[in-house]
């Protein structure tokens, strides 16, 4: 299996732009989040879905942040507009289920300019 | 609300030294995992404790969880270059057994 992949690596954007982070999980995991880090904040819960269904988004900070996952396989996180604080690196990860670890990706480097 | 603290923030030793690194909370928690994460890339899990005191041994790293199950802690003997990374600790939330909150992070930096 090649992992979870998260594309694109590195995004440099002008704010007010809209982002768009994807990710294709594990297959057969069930479960699949979105964290953010920062130096300041270390990984931070945005959104987990459990079967595609979106389970709990209040880590998300804002509206201006939405995440869909359409199918088993994919998933996006869209900001719309961006800001310079939204900067930090984005990682997608996948779980089989409760009691199970998480196989992280390696993460989108986001810059907001 | 559940916390997970960990110390020391910074490590840096050289080759061949020893290190503790500790992860605590004032919360039970049913179990504690380890991560590490290398530059650039995503946590990577290394191990999962599940009973309170229980050691488990990975290669030169070594687990402990609490008899309490509130904190943990990693030891590595005989450290090498190649074990420097972020090291992260993270339990489950409670009620909510699959969503995992991580611990500050110890960065460790091992001199050759």
Request: proline content about 6%; overall charge neutral.
């Amino acid at each position: 299996d090649a992992g979870v992949i998260q594309s694109p690596r590195h995004e440099v954007t002008e704010m007010g732009q809209e982002v768009t982070l994807r990710c294709k999980p594990i297959s057969g995991h069930n479960s699949l989040f979105w964290y953010r880090q920062t130096m300041m904040r270390g990984l931070e819960l945005l959104i987990y879905f459990n079967n595609n269904v979106p389970i709990d988004d209040s880590g998300m900070p804002e509206d201006r942040f939405s995440a869909k996952m359409p199918n088993a396989s994919f998933s996006t996180l869209k900001i719309q507009p961006s800001e310079p604080r939204d900067s930090a690196v984005y990682f997608c990860a996948s779980s089989p289920g409760q009691g199970y670890g998480y196989t992280f990706g390696s993460g989108t480097r986001l810059t907001v300019v | 609300t559940q916390l997970l603290e960990q110390s020391p923030q910074f490590l840096s030793i050289q080759e061949g030294e020893n290190l503790t690194v500790y992860c605590n909370s004032s919360s039970v928690f049913s179990s504690l995992q380890w991560y590490r994460q290398e530059p650039g890339e995503g946590p990577v899990l290394l191990v999962t404790v599940v009973t309170g005191g229980e050691v488990k041994k990975l290669k030169r790293l070594t687990f402990q969880f609490g008899d309490a199950r509130k904190d943990s802690s990693l030891h590595i003997t005989a450290a090498q270059p190649g074990d420097t990374g972020l090291y992260l600790c993270a339990g489950p939330l409670r009620g909510a057994t699959n969503k995992l909150i991580f611990g500050t992070g110890t960065l460790l930096a091992v001199q050759p």
